[in-house]
């Protein structure tokens, strides 16, 4: 069925470098997309979002692009800190708010010192 | 501060009984949340849609009859597992999208269920 998946299940990077995690999505009619933070034992935290009209989309620190051509989906911080240590979560949805949202299997970010 | 509460955060359960999960949105009214489940290193699974006034709608694989699912006002859903067991043992997550918020889905911190 449609999923949506990641390339890389882990990333480590150094305090100060930038950090790109990557998503593949199948579903070509999906309209809206999410990435989450995950830290451990906690419920996902809202990043940035994007929806299918836009190729890029700036937050924080965080970018979030969208090639549909593709079907990929990449969100890129700056700067990463200690802080940004967390499991990310791309996500899509047919429609945003009210619809389901589908879950790729997650990439664990590690910073060095 | 949450935009979504969960009730409780973690509860362990003696296998056979039930449990009560509460999802609240705060300051939002939310006619539709959803409920998923999360095992360990692993991705958050959708199981159910929760609608209020009427019933639920449950992802393929999921058993209506042991995790009910009551969302009965516009800011209260609530998920029961009955009869639990230990592979029932999971994280329990919460979302609703957010109008205000221009339809930003927030999640809930987790509830954690162990049955022992």
């Known amino acids: 069925g449609e999923s949506v998946g990641l390339h890389l299940p882990t990333l480590s990077v150094q305090e100060g470098d930038n950090s790109i995690i990557n998503c593949a999505y199948s579903n070509s009619a999906s309209d809206y997309f999410i990435w989450y933070k995950q830290e451990s034992g906690k419920g996902p935290q809202f990043i940035i979002d994007i929806r299918s009209n836009m190729d890029k989309r700036q937050g924080q620190r965080v970018t979030v692009l969208l090639n549909k051509t593709v079907k990929h989906l990449s969100l890129q911080i700056a700067a990463t800190q200690p802080g940004d240590s967390a499991v990310y979560f791309c996500a899509e949805s047919l429609v945003q708010g009210a619809q389901k949202l589908v879950f790729g299997q997650g990439t664990r970010l590690t910073i060095n010192p | 501060g949450a935009v979504v509460s969960q009730h409780p955060s973690w509860v362990i359960c003696k296998s056979g009984t039930s449990v009560k999960i509460e999802c609240r949105s705060l300051d939002f009214q939310a006619t539709t949340m959803f409920w998923y489940r999360q095992f360990p290193k692993q991705s958050l699974m959708l199981m159910a849609t929760s609608n209020e006034g009427s019933k639920a709608t449950y992802e393929q694989g999921v058993e209506k009859d042991k995790f009910l699912i009551n969302h009965a006002s516009l800011t209260l859903s609530t998920l029961t597992v009955t009869s639990a067991h230990p592979e029932d043992s999971s994280f329990y997550i919460c979302?609703?999208?957010?109008?205000?918020?221009?339809?930003?889905?927030?999640f809930g911190e987790g509830s954690w269920l162990t049955v022992v």
């Open positions: 979302s609703a999208p957010s109008r205000a918020a221009g339809n930003t889905i927030y």
